[in-house]
């Protein structure tokens, strides 16, 4: 079983920069999945981003290629999202979200992951 805490959400100008983080608890395989994802008020949740533990292949949304970066620390088992230029569209609840068995075809699925974070609210406002 694995726990997730997100930390680092709040109240970010447009063009501003917020860095999101995810801490884990328990086992982390060597093929871990971790991964962001978004849900705005009535919208499905989004996939924003994932890296893959062991290779650190990133994947993200068209949405947010060029402005986020996903990446994570082995040691701390943690996983950031550096969040830049953020717009007003970003705004969301963003949860972290992992699997210690994901296939690559199933990055993308948000029901193929086993475990998730409560979610931080980010919100892109002037």
């Known amino acids: 079983q694995v726990q997730l805490v997100e930390s680092g959400g709040g109240l970010v100008q447009p063009g501003g920069s917020l860095r999101l983080a995810c801490t884990s608890s328990?086992?982390?395989?060597?093929?871990?999945?971790a991964a962001w994802w978004r849900q705005a008020p009535g919208n499905g949740r989004e996939f924003v981003a994932a890296v893959k533990w062991g290779s650190q292949h990133t994947y993200y949304a068209d949405s947010v290629k060029g402005r986020f970066t996903i990446s994570r620390d082995k040691a701390q088992k943690t996983v950031y999202l550096q969040m830049s230029s953020l717009k007003p569209e970003d705004t969301a609840i963003y949860y972290c979200?992992?699997?210690?068995?994901?296939?690559?075809?199933?990055?993308?699925?948000?029901?193929?992951?086993?475990?998730w974070g409560q979610g931080t609210q980010v919100t892109v406002s002037s």
């Open positions: 328990g086992y982390i395989a060597n093929n871990y999945v």
């Open positions: 979200a992992g699997d210690n068995n994901l296939i690559q075809s199933s990055i993308r699925r948000s029901e193929q992951y086993d475990y």
